[in-house]
């Protein structure tokens, strides 16, 4: 079927949560993918609108304001600012950037399920819920916690248990509790509106399932398997403090659903931005309501429901939108092969990555881009991104650009010399570089970046081989006019990466065409061999990227293995007590100081460690412990440890091991040897 030309593209990123910071999980599944698109639409001087903005409504706001003594607007105020502000100095390019707290998204999105309700497109139900009856509310799922009846974790929430993973709605849990009050919840009825998305169905299945097939495998198959089971309506509203109120007489108390509310936000930014620059963006309509106009939605895997199913519902029911053309969703992105987690601090934060790694916002892009979790999960690694950055960047598109630049500096002052008559080698080179264009576009028309990143670098290493295979610093001794012939074309390749880089790596690019002296340029220009004319003055070449060291790369892993040591501690419970005994069964054991005069390791065994302690019986005794993965002999010659000194002899390895080493079972299951305080004499008894 022949691709439909569009005038103009809407292009939207999901709505972070102001409820914290955006995390590298966040970046490669929806925002550098989003803005690599862009920037590649501006480029072919196309237009496009990009839009993003905090979301700023729901339950977790609000529970992190109580848990804060805050409002829910200082939390929001907080991170919408430093999200905002942490995309910006990422090269996040939106060009609107606003909230759902904002005035004109109130007032939009209010008028917005008005018009539903007006029309009858909403159902009234009423249901039972958990009610607090000391707190005099009902309770969102996440204000309930209990027992899991899966797993039996007793700090299940209402809508999810965190360590096993399942759904769950609050009736499911055992012993159920208010986080507000504490106390026992009651069932008490309340009515809300829902969205019929059952009479949507088949309208849903044609729009997708027979006219999207070109959408990725991972969109097409969650949205097919909702569809092939009974869509049932989904409510609207919430009986909730924090959002917009419902604009409905009886509705005391309830607000609009944060996933009603949220996409709507894509409009009412739209909205916003048309009415402060109404010359440059014309009306909000013609991007929302334009049958010329083309709607992308950039979001993770999580929300593909929510964008191919509920919010083109709720447009289809309002009426006049235009439906989104594609919903490029990405899978997910684990950090140092462990689930990205907010709760337990487990992520790459770019607020902190722009203090600890000033100038390498590029880096990052780069390495999140080529780890793209595009088609399945994939896995961000400290060491991995450190590979890239020094095996990829460095040496191969820094290192040809400046031998490039250094050489022309050298030989003619910076000045571009002429390209004289080719030889065989020049030709094959540029018969190789001549479809990378033709590449690119169509992998970024598909939405493929990681491949279409991949193939731009493969510029640089043409040029690599290229400059390696004729050596301009040997001909320039022998042939000048030749050498002037090598160095155009490396600057020619040099430009081209400025152009080809530009989506993805916009700071470098910018710096790359700062030492070109190229003012302007446009994606057309891509596979030019004239970019730069002979004559034309360079400027001053440097190093467009810098080798990253291990001890850089060794404090992001201590960080993180910090954070993995306070989740340990947190998480941690103690084991239940045993049964009770009696004082004098305690009294039969002989528990002693004993200090190590020797450790080694067992032969033929991974386990044990054989101690020689002096037991202050003028003898030597020796013990076996089975410690040997958890300390290195050398760490306990000398230390005063405490051991069972009546335990019958019993023999291990062929050696017979007189006593026991007592040792503690840390939080994650390591062991600790037990010691004392202060010098203690060998043999002195505990008790």
């Known amino acids: 079927m022949e691709q439909k030309k569009y005038k103009r593209t809407t292009v939207t990123s999901a709505l ?55 409002t829910p607007q200082d939390v929001v105020d907080r ?50 819920q ?45 012993n159920p509790k208010s986080t507000i009050s504490g106390s026992t919840p009651v069932l008490k009825e309340t009515k809300n509106w829902y969205l019929p998305l059952n009479e949507y169905q088949e309208w849903l299945k044609k729009w997708i399932l027979e006219e999207h097939k070109e959408w990725r495998p991972n969109v097409y198959g969650q949205c097919k398997s909702w569809l092939d089971m009974d869509l049932q309506p989904r409510a609207m509203t919430r009986d909730l403090d924090w959002g917009i109120p419902v604009p409905v007489e009886g509705a005391d108390g309830k607000v609009l659903y944060v996933w009603f509310d949220a996409p709507i936000g894509y409009i009412s930014n739209t909205k916003e931005l048309c009415e402060k620059e109404p010359e440059r963006w014309g009306s909000w309509q013609q991007w929302w309501q334009d049958e010329d106009t083309r709607l992308v939605h950039f979001i993770g895997k999580d929300n593909i429901v929510f964008h191919c199913i509920i919010f083109p519902v709720m447009m289809k029911a309002h009426g006049g939108y235009i439906m989104p053309d594609n919903v490029p ?16 601090n487990w992520a790459v934060w770019l607020h902190e990555y722009l203090v600890d790694m000033p100038g390498k916002q590029d880096v990052l892009r780069y390495v999140l881009t080529a780890n793209a979790p595009e088609t ?143 003012e302007s340029f446009d994606w057309n220009q891509l596979g030019s061999t004239e970019l730069l004319k002979p004559g034309h003055q360079l400027n001053e070449p440097s190093l467009l990227f810098e080798k990253i060291e291990d001890e850089v790369i060794q404090k992001q ?78 760490q306990l010659i000398g230390k005063d440890v405490l051991f069972v000194a009546n335990f019958a002899p019993r023999k291990m390895m062929g050696i017979e091991s007189q006593g026991m080493i007592l040792s503690a079972v840390d939080a994650d299951g390591s062991l600790r040897v037990t010691t004392t305080l202060q010098e203690v004499k060998p043999g002195s008894q505990v008790g």
């Not at 590298?24 to 690599?36: E, Q, R, S, T």
């Not at 606003?98 to 139900?125: C, I, N, P, Q, V």
């Not at 069964?585 to 020797?598: A, M, N, Q, T, Y």
């Open 16 to 70: 972070p949560y102001a409820n914290g910071g955006v995390h590298i999980g966040h970046l490669a599944g929806v925002y550098v993918p989003a803005d690599i698109y862009v920037r590649y639409l501006r480029l072919k001087k196309e237009d496009v609108m990009f839009i993003g903005g905090s979301d700023e409504h729901g339950v977790p706001i609000t529970i992190r304001a109580r848990k804060e003594g805050i």
């Open 79 to 128: 991170y919408h600012k430093m999200i905002k502000d942490s995309f910006k100095e990422f090269g996040i390019s939106f060009d609107v950037y606003s909230r759902t707290t904002s005035e004109t998204h109130h007032k939009f999105a209010a008028d917005f399920f008005r018009k539903l309700y007006d029309e009858g497109k909403l159902t009234e139900e009423t249901t039972t």
């Open 130 to 174: 958990l009610y607090d009856e000391e707190a005099h509310q009902f309770l969102a799922d996440r204000y309930v916690t209990g027992e899991c009846p899966h797993c039996h974790n007793e700090g299940a929430y209402g809508d999810q248990c965190e360590k096993c993973g399942r759904d769950l709605s609050p009736t499911e849990l055992i």
């Open 329 to 344: 969703a990405n899978e997910f992105l684990n950090l140092e092969d462990d689930k990205i987690s907010t709760s337990r």
């Open 376 to 518: 399945k999960d994939n896995n961000f690694t400290w060491k991995d991104f450190q590979e890239r950055n020094n095996s990829e960047l460095v040496a191969i598109y820094g290192n040809f650009v400046n031998r490039a630049l250094q050489l022309t500096k050298k030989y003619w002052g910076g000045i571009v010399p002429a390209c004289g008559e080719l030889q065989d080698v020049d030709r094959a080179a540029l018969d190789e570089f001549k479809d990378v264009k033709a590449k690119v576009e169509e992998l970024l028309d598909q939405f493929k970046f990681r491949d279409a990143q991949k193939e731009a670098m493969n510029l640089a290493r043409i040029g690599n081989r290229y400059i390696t295979e004729c050596e301009p610093w040997k001909v320039w001794k022998t042939d000048p006019k030749r050498c002037e012939t090598i160095l155009n074309i490396c600057l020619q390749l040099t430009a081209n990466l400025a152009i080809a880089f530009e989506p993805f790596l916009p700071f470098s690019s910018a710096k790359l065409r700062t030492m070109l002296n190229m």
């Open 557 to 634: 892993l201590d960080k993180l293995e910090a954070t993995k040591k306070a989740n340990e501690a947190a998480e941690y419970k103690a084991a239940p007590v045993k049964d009770t005994v009696s004082f004098e069964d305690f009294e039969k054991l002989d528990i002693r100081v004993g200090h190590v005069k020797h450790c080694e390791k067992v032969k033929k065994s991974k386990k044990l460690l054989q101690f020689t302690i002096d037991d202050g019986s003028g003898n030597e005794r020796t013990i076996l412990s089975g410690i040997a993965a958890y300390y290195e002999p050398e």
